[in-house]
């Protein structure tokens, strides 16, 4: 709205500029330029009115009989306009023709010196006006073509940055590896009288929403130092030597602001491995990026000017930029463990009235591998379910919503379900719940329901572990196979036919099953070695997985596939087979409650 502010009154210049140009070509087209012969014949049979004459003008109004009368002088058809023009002659006879005629006439000046001077610089000045306009728009620093290799960076001063190490949770260890930055950049003199280097910049890995560029803000916080942060993709341009100009103009915005912080969200974007590009040649990318590791290696150390960067696929950077010397330290930003899902749920419900049965450990165990920006948005969520329902506090009942939300989709309580379509998706749902209460304990089933949520999902079993798990056993991953078949191989046991509701669970199943063999080496037949290689055909293309193997080895990889797949369906149908009466009980609750939970379930699951 400003910038239109802004440009409204050029905007206004023109259009009325436009609209003169416009109205006085209408009018030239309006008036008929007659020869002086044309005029006194056409005066003296009487086929002209009210005449205005001027010192080198006269203009006047045809009457009806005019176009006939000119027609015959000049031979031509002719469609005339209201009026008429023609350039005055020495004709002392003229006013005695007129009176003679009973023709209405004035003599008028013509215009003065003024009114003719500006008829033609106005124009002309609003002309060269709006071309000087055009000029500076095009040749601005900020906005027009010399702007292109400005560097596009928002930089936040000390007293605009109001996030600190009190605003993250979850990434202790992270934290600790940089309060080491933050110390150089508020006393840098202790580590150069001692000779030692702090390093110049630092790489943040991890998933994405884990809080890298918080952690980074949370740096230029605690240090009080200026913080300019830029996206990788701002580097690159369509025009050949932009990225570069741009990274040369970020340094030296830096040197200029120095005790200060870049941080550089996205590094992948403009820093991936160099090489022969797919389409042929060299990418203005690869310029961009051979101008960041000229800077960083022109850098002195000693001005303070700390480069953190941002990534989630560090497998795909260029090997320069993290050789020592540039980004030398690494710091992992990974998913947060048990403890820290639950610092990060009290961080963000420190402003959030919660009721007082919500326990957040239960919370942060309900949710293992939210990172946490999912987790902010279940604490959302919750509060706007509880703010919806007109409740004065946010209850567990909102946090578990906002779960089912998060992790399934919203639930589709509209949608139309047969009952013998929701008897099937109960007996589903059951026989994966089932098998695992037998083969996984420490991974109890928390809730069971059949109320369709998100796109495709129909019903969901929800499992939670007792303690976060890094390793999983043989036996672990053979488990969940058989969990997964649990529910279509109810459906067959009761039915005796299968559905299309078990598609995903195959995938899942199956692909579990190719990783024990193809990476795990869990093959008695195969033995201890993989098959799979990580590579790709051009250097800054994403890995792509391709199989080592011989046509042999290929048709054993297949047998031993199908093999566990079929060993892991026989045992979850001999499991359902002996509890065929709880499968029944369960089945009968979920059809009355849809969704079961708690010591209700409990009781029916594990109770024998």
């Known amino acids: 709205m400003k910038r239109f502010n802004r440009f409204f009154p050029f905007l206004l210049i023109f259009f009325f500029l436009f609209l003169g140009v416009y109205l006085y070509n209408v009018g030239i087209s309006r008036i008929e330029t007659l020869t002086y012969y044309e005029f006194k014949t056409l005066l003296k049979e009487g086929q002209v009115d009210r005449i205005i004459i001027k010192k080198n003008e006269i203009t006047g109004k045809f009457r009806e009989g005019a176009q006939e009368t000119l027609h015959n002088i000049r031979g031509t058809p002719v469609k005339l306009p209201q009026y008429f023009k023609v350039y005055k002659a020495e004709d002392p006879e003229l006013i005695k023709l007129l009176e003679s005629k009973n023709i209405n006439f004035e003599v008028k000046p013509d215009g003065t010196f003024w009114i003719n001077l500006l008829s033609w610089v106005l124009p002309v000045l609003l002309l060269i006006f709006f071309w000087i306009f055009l000029f500076r728009r095009f040749v601005s620093p900020e906005s027009g073509i010399m702007s292109v290799g400005k560097s596009r960076a928002k930089i936040y001063v000390e007293n605009e940055i109001n996030v600190t190490f009190n605003d993250v949770a979850g990434v202790d260890e992270a934290v600790e590896e940089l309060k080491e930055i933050i110390e150089f950049l508020k006393n840098p003199l202790k580590f150069v009288a001692l000779g030692a ?10 998933p994405p929403g884990t809080g890298k560029t918080l952690l980074a803000r949370a740096i230029a916080g605690e240090a009080g130092v200026p913080f300019i942060s830029i996206s990788g993709s701002s580097f690159v341009e369509m025009f050949v030597g932009v990225g570069a100009a741009r990274v040369r103009d970020l340094f030296s915005q830096a040197e200029k602001m120095a005790p200060c912080i870049i941080f550089i969200d996205e590094i992948d974007a403009v820093g991936r491995v160099r090489g022969l590009s797919p389409a042929g040649g060299t990418e203005e990318r ?21 480069i953190i960067a941002a990534t989630n696929r560090p497998e795909i950077l260029d090997p320069a930029l993290l050789r020592p010397g540039r980004f030398d330290r690494v710091v992992v930003v990974d998913r947060p463990d048990l403890k820290g899902r639950e610092a990060i749920l009290r961080l963000h419900t420190r402003n959030i009235k919660l009721a007082p049965n919500v326990d957040l450990k239960v919370i942060a165990a309900r949710t293992p591998g939210m990172v946490g920006a999912d987790l902010a948005n279940i604490v959302n969520e919750a509060a706007l379910l509880a703010a919806r329902k007109g409740k004065q506090a946010v209850e567990m009942e909102d946090f578990e919503e906002a779960i089912d939300r998060v992790i399934a989709g919203l639930a589709r309580k509209s949608r139309y379900l047969s009952p013998e379509e929701k008897r099937r998706i109960a007996y589903h749902e059951a026989g994966h719940a089932i098998v695992a209460s037998v083969l996984t304990p420490k991974e109890k089933v928390h809730r069971v ?4 949520r998100g796109i495709a999902a129909l019903g969901y079993t929800l499992q939670l572990p007792e303690e976060e798990r890094y390793l999983l056993t043989k036996e672990e991953l053979l488990a969940k196979i058989s969990v997964l078949f649990g529910g279509r191989v109810a459906e067959e046991l009761v039915f005796n036919e299968v559905s299309t509701g078990a598609q995903n669970d195959l995938e899942k199943a199956t692909e579990i099953a190719r990783a024990m063999v193809m990476d795990y080496g869990m093959s008695e037949t195969l033995g201890p070695q993989t098959f799979r290689k990580r590579e790709s055909l051009f250097l800054d293309i994403p890995f792509k997985e391709r199989e080592l193997v011989s046509e042999e080895t290929a048709r054993l990889i297949d047998q031993e596939i199908a093999k566990i797949l079929k060993n892991c369906y026989d045992k979850a149908k ?11 009980r369960l089945v009968e609750s979920l059809l009355q409650k849809e969704v079961l939970e708690g010591e209700e379930l409990e009781k029916i699951l594990y109770e024998k």
């Open 197 to 206: 280097k702090i390093p110049k910049g630092v790489l943040l890995v991890g």
């Open 449 to 452: 329901s059949i109320i369709p």
């Open 574 to 584: 001999g499991i359902i087979k002996e509890r065929k009466d709880k499968l029944e």
């Open 286 to 306: 690869e310029h961009t990026l051979t101008q960041l590791l000229t800077e960083m290696d022109g850098f002195d150390p000693k001005k303070g000017v700390i």
